[in-house]
T-cell receptor, first 115, second 111 residues
């Protein structure tokens, strides 16, 4: 009965480096979401997957951000050439079905610090 | 995309009832109203969801007036552990737009 897991829990990287953040959703959940949360602020939607496809990529802040999902399971969010403004907590959530009354289950997040 | 407005912060005392109101004047016919709770260093957690009138579960109640232009989350007899940020979301998953979290309401429960 595992929930959503994310790895790493913390990541410190130097400006200009690439980072990969991983999300393992709840087994059987078809929808998966990525959000960004800066310190003291609300959640900023980045991207969501229905199965392995991403019908909505509008939230990705720049072309340095990309995400993929395979096997309707694990998802990876990649940030290339990281900048200091990328420092934030990156949250992943999953839900069972794309119906109006769905509920999102969130992981603990990955805290990214770009130095 | 329905925009929501909530108070930035609220203070309460243990044992009191807390009501947090969210305004969503341009809610669409097929939009639902969902509330999440977030503790520090954790992801948000679903509290309650409703479409109209009143919904109650073991954690909270959600009051939605007939015009649905606002909603009120009611937390009965709060404790210190209810100190958290509460987010109101409006939308429907068919349009993929139940994905915009506002700034939330920071509730501080004092002893």
């Amino acid at each position: 009965g595992a929930g959503v897991s994310q790895s790493p829990s913390n990541k410190v990287t130097e400006k200009g480096k690439d980072v990969e953040l991983r999300c393992d959703p709840i087994s059987g959940h078809t929808a998966l979401y990525w959000y960004r949360q800066r310190l003291g602020q609300g959640l900023e939607f980045l991207i969501y997957f229905q199965g392995n496809s991403a019908p909505d990529k509008s939230g990705l802040p720049s072309d340095r951000f990309s995400a993929e999902r395979t096997g309707e399971s694990v998802s990876t969010l990649t940030i290339q050439r990281t900048q200091q403004e990328d420092s934030a907590v990156y949250l992943c959530a999953s839900s069972s079905q794309g119906i109006p009354t769905y509920e999102q289950y969130f992981g603990p997040g990955t805290r990214l610090t770009v130095t | 995309l329905a925009k929501t407005t909530q108070p930035i912060s609220m203070d309460s005392y243990e044992g009191q009832e807390v009501n947090i109101t969210c305004s969503h004047n341009n809610i669409a016919t097929n939009d639902y109203i969902t509330w999440y709770q977030q503790f520090p260093s954790q992801g948000p957690r679903f509290i309650i969801q409703g479409y109209k009138t009143k919904v109650t579960n073991e954690v909270a109640s959600l009051f939605i007036p007939a015009d649905r232009k606002s909603s009120t989350l009611s937390l009965p007899r709060v404790s210190l552990s209810d100190t958290a940020v509460y987010y109101c979301l409006v939308g429907n998953n068919n349009a993929g737009n139940m994905l915009t979290f506002g700034g939330g309401t920071r509730l501080m429960v004092k002893p």
